[in-house]
């Protein structure tokens, strides 16, 4: 009798974050952001419980980059703080590529000094409301808006991160 194979091919592959660095300031003002935004996307990914394979790419941009893609995606001609675009799914037993996150630099600096937030914790804030939204979370109305910042608090929790929402605060 064999032992069964710990890779069978039903099994679902661990999640894939990258992170490109597309705005150098990031390294100035938060040199492991990198880092903090892989763990953030890794726990939201892993509070879904799909069953599938996925990918998703974590964007440091900057607030040119993001009033790019606001008004050409949204029709709002000014920076955010973060978009999220839903990726698609590929072949048959292919990974399914939930999609991008893109954080605004000069934005999300700028909000987590004026709250008072450490900026670690305000990234990694965003790149879970980001990710939760490729997974399907939506804050549209206000129940679809409270599951939501329950399941952030929840997974901003799980890395030591506060509740932002206990602050009264929104991304």
Known sequence: MRAASAASPTAKAPPRVAVMRLSSAWRGTLPRAA???RRAALA???SAENGRS???CLVLADDACLRRLNRAYR??????NVLAFGGYDKAPG???APGDVVLAHETVTGEARAGGIALADHVSHLVVHGVLHLLGHGHERPAEARRMQRAEAAILAGL???DPYR???RP
């Open 75 to 80: 029709g709002i001609d000014k920076p955010t």
């Open 167 to 169: 602050r009264g605060r």
């Open 94 to 96: 292919a990974r399914a």
């Open 54 to 56: 996925v990918e998703v």
């Open 44 to 46: 939201a990914l892993d």
């Open 160 to 162: 030591g991160v506060a």
């Open 35 to 37: 880092t903090l935004a």
